[in-house]
T-cell receptor, first 114, second 113 residues
Framework: GEDVEQSLFLSVREGDSSVINCTYT??????LYWYKQEPGAGLQLLTY?????DMKQDQRLTVLLNKKDKHLSLRIADTQTGDSAIYFC??????????????FGRGTQLTVWP | SAVISQKPSRDICQRGTSLTIQCQVD?????MFWYRQQPGQSLTLIAT?????????ESGFVIDKFPISRPNLTFSTLTVSNMSPEDSSIYLC??????????FGPGTRLLVL
């Protein structure tokens, strides 16, 4: 199946690290993604990881992938109030002759308290 | 990354009417997609817009309700036909050039009364 699960809410204090978790079910995923959606905006691609990798770091963002457990996480270091948003996990699954389509989780609402 | 614009950004419509949403990209892209995001829900793929041929619809979505055009590699439209309050959603255009990245437009926020 193509179920992608995320916890719905996370609250952290400014300056702390945030860890947003995601689980998926389809082992044929080629890429896994994190998107950010701020209020009233579209989705911003934050980062993505190839399914054969287990970690990717990009400035304050660290993505960890445990392919055996089908678990993806996004760690935001030194979380700021501007990081408050909804974070979507997505997996790309190959389909037919195309590179595949994305399946999204329901999103995690991150609230950062000053 | 591609810069994507959508028109209108938001609208309030009466039930039974239709609304056409436009998506414009600043560069030629291979793939264009239309998604729906219902309140508090995840994103659902409506269809893939194919240039020069009929769109490919996902299960649960039909051409009569959501006609799509894609006349060239930078532009697509989605029409929401015979609207009901259940069609109130955010409609998002998304593009990819066949690689690993896929980008989204700012969305069109639709409220049907």
């Amino acid at each position: 199946g193509e179920d992608v699960e995320q916890s719905l809410f996370l609250s952290v204090r400014e300056g702390d690290s945030s860890v947003i978790n995601c689980t998926y079910t389809d082992s044929s995923s080629t890429y896994l993604y994190w998107y950010k959606q701020e209020p009233g905006a579209g989705l911003q691609l934050l980062t993505y990881i190839f399914s054969n990798m287990d970690m990717k770091q990009d400035q304050r963002l660290t993505v960890l992938l445990n392919k055996k457990d089908k678990h993806l996480s996004l760690r935001i270091a030194d979380t700021q109030t501007g990081d408050s948003a909804i974070y979507f996990c997505a997996e790309k699954i190959p389909r037919g002759s195309t590179l595949g389509r994305l399946y999204f989780g329901r999103g995690t609402q991150l609230t950062v308290w000053p | 990354s591609a810069v994507i614009s959508q028109k209108p950004s938001r609208d309030i419509c009466q039930r039974g009417t239709s609304l056409t949403i436009q998506c414009q990209v600043d560069s030629q892209v291979t793939m264009m997609f239309w998604y729906r995001q219902q309140p508090g829900q995840s994103l659902t793929l409506i269809a893939t817009a194919n240039q020069g041929s009929e769109a490919t619809y996902e299960s649960g979505f039909v051409i009569d309700k959501f006609p799509i055009s894609r006349p060239n590699l930078t532009f697509s439209t989605l029409t929401v036909s015979n609207m009901s309050p259940e069609d109130s959603s955010i409609y998002l255009c998304s593009v990819s050039s066949g690689g690993e990245t896929q980008y989204f437009g700012p969305g069109t926020r639709l409220l049907v009364l």
